[in-house]
């Protein structure tokens, strides 16, 4: 009779766990999708039929590759129906709201900029990064603070925040610095040998890559180049096996990509181990008396505190987001700007002018880069006409009213930066001309220029970009002229950021000193 019971029981359980994931998976796939698309509807949102299973991903694929098929004909800044072609296709067709589905995730393309500033400031912990956005990252990423949401990113960012603010931050720039002095070296030893053309961009991604290693984990760039180089192979995989592999389940599947991957990521944990044993050798033989005030040791110092929740995967996670989002935003924001100047001499003159006025031939110092005003409106301008950041998504985990509009639980908002940026409505009809006179007001519209997000969630990292690109620029302009190259190609796409699709060939001319 016992037995008969206990398989009873057993069986209930086992049918009720069943009917629970086949109701999880109806809802998912198909009861929620159809609830949203109702609500949406209801308030005028219209947008492309989804297809089973991959939404819209084929239809953007498709317009995406065969909008960037062919190279641009001349440097020409009108860029956004190259590479938001579907912005462009289903904006004209649904209006400046619409509801277009990644897959079977549903979002909402919203221009809007007095929404978009009530959203970043107000929604930031009730809103955050999709399952989607987490598990085609959880690789290079992990759980760091890019991807944490609600009460895990609150407590991350109030670890991490006091690593790019006052003076920790100031402190930084003697790195940065050092490090600029180093790649106009080799860039000065190029030159002498008699190659005076070179791609910029490569030697401006190892600079941003050497300074992130060397300010906020205490390495060489050349000791992290390995785990860069890693990180940089395993988010091409990732992307790779997003586009190969998007049904339910598929990462579970032991396909090359996937044993690829996780070779990768052990590898990439066993380099950065390697560098967190150290420090903490370093305190446990009583070499040194505190974990070191940079990002790493201030991460390091948290797991000693009573209560707090981090631990090793989480501090290896936060170095992986760090190296992620630290240099290669700021590398591309430097070459876009290195090839505007470029393209406009009298700017470069301009900005050129301006460094030397203010360092008077010294090296630059933090205290006076808020006297750059030139340059500050130059790469305000880059950063307008080419955001690193093209795309914010955000998933709605809770519903609310955002002005006029309910936004239910489950649907994502995104805010399309580049077509911000672009808007002939918002900028004026020069909105594709590089002019950063537009820069020289300090009134703007909200909401109208978010190249760092904006509201608590946005970039953490935001004074350290600026102080670095302004240092390597002002270090760069004041040793070398440089003109366009005749081999530079002008075609801008988006991996993940805007990158310029055959590097930047730019040809250089050394200064006097
Ligand atoms: C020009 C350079 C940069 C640009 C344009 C940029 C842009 C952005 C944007 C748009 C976001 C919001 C992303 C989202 O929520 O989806 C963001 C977040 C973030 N950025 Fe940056 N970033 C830059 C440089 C940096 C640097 C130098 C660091 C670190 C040293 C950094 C670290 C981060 C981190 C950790 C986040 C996540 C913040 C959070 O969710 O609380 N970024 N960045």
Same mark, same amino acid.
Request: aromatic fraction near 0%; avoid cysteine; charge should be negative.
């Given at each position: 009779m016992a037995v008969v019971i206990l398989i009873t029981t057993f069986l209930v359980i086992l049918l009720t766990l069943l009917l629970k994931v086949a109701y999880d998976t109806i809802s998912c796939y198909f009861l929620n999708p159809i609830r949203i698309r109702k609500i949406m509807e209801k308030q005028g949102v219209y947008g492309p039929k989804p297809r089973f299973l991959t939404g819209n991903i084929i239809d953007m694929a498709s317009l995406v590759s065969s909008a960037v098929s062919q190279d641009m004909k001349? /440097?020409?800044?009108? /860029?956004v129906a190259r590479l938001l072609p579907h912005f462009v296709a289903w904006s004209n067709q649904y209006g400046k709201r619409f509801l277009y589905w990644n897959g079977i995730e549903p979002r909402l393309c919203l221009t809007d900029t007095g929404l978009i500033k009530e959203f970043l400031s107000k929604r930031s912990l009730i809103s955050g990064k999709s399952w989607q956005q987490q598990q085609g990252s959880k690789h290079f990423i992990g759980r760091g603070l890019l991807m944490a949401n609600g009460k895990d990113w609150h407590h991350q960012r109030h670890i991490v925040a006091p690593a790019f603010m006052g003076d920790k931050l100031k402190g930084y720039g003697g790195h940065m610095v050092e490090c600029t002095k180093e790649m106009v070296e080799s860039l000065e030893n190029v030159v002498k040998c008699g190659v005076s053309e070179v791609e910029i961009g490569e030697y401006l991604t190892n600079l941003t890559a050497d300074i992130i290693s060397r300010t906020e984990f205490g390495t060489s760039y050349e000791k992290g180049k390995q785990i860069f180089h890693l990180l940089t192979q395993l988010q091409a995989r990732c992307a790779q096996a997003t586009r190969h592999f998007w049904f339910p389940g598929s990462r579970f599947f032991p396909n090359t990509y996937n044993r690829e991957i996780k070779c990768m990521k052990m590898e990439v944990e066993r380099l950065l181990m390697e560098i967190i044993q150290s420090r903490k050798d370093c305190v446990e033989m009583e070499r040194s008396n505190s974990y070191g005030s940079d990002l790493l040791g201030i991460l390091l110092d948290e797991i000693k505190k009573e209560g707090g929740n981090l631990n090793l995967q989480l501090v290896m996670d936060e170095c992986k987001t760090f190296f992620f989002a630290g240099h290669e935003t700021t590398s591309l924001l430097l070459t876009w700007t290195v090839m505007l100047l470029a393209s406009n001499p009298h700017w470069q003159d301009k900005v050129r002018a301006e460094v030397k006025e203010v360092f008077k031939g010294e090296t630059p110092s933090v205290d006076q880069l808020s006297k750059l005003t030139l340059l500050n409106m130059v790469i305000n301008e880059s950063m307008r006409l080419y955001p690193p950041a093209t795309v914010l998504p955000r998933m709605a985990f809770e519903d609310f009213e955002l002005g006029n509009l309910y936004i239910p639980k489950g649907l994502s908002i995104w805010i399309p930066v580049l077509a911000i940026h672009h808007s002939e409505e918002l900028w004026g009809n020069d909105a594709n001309e590089f002019n950063p006179e537009r820069f020289a007001s300090k009134s703007f519209i909200p909401g109208r220029f978010i190249p760092f997000a904006s509201g608590p969630r946005n970039c953490v990292g935001q004074s350290f970009a600026m102080m670095e690109t302004k240092i390597i620029l002002a270090i760069l302009i004041s040793k070398f002229s440089f003109t366009i190259s005749e081999n530079y190609r002008h075609a801008p796409v988006i991996v993940l950021t805007i990158k310029p699709k055959y590097g930047l060939q730019v040809c250089l001319k050394p200064l006097d000193p």
């Open positions: 001349s /440097i020409n800044h009108d /860029i």
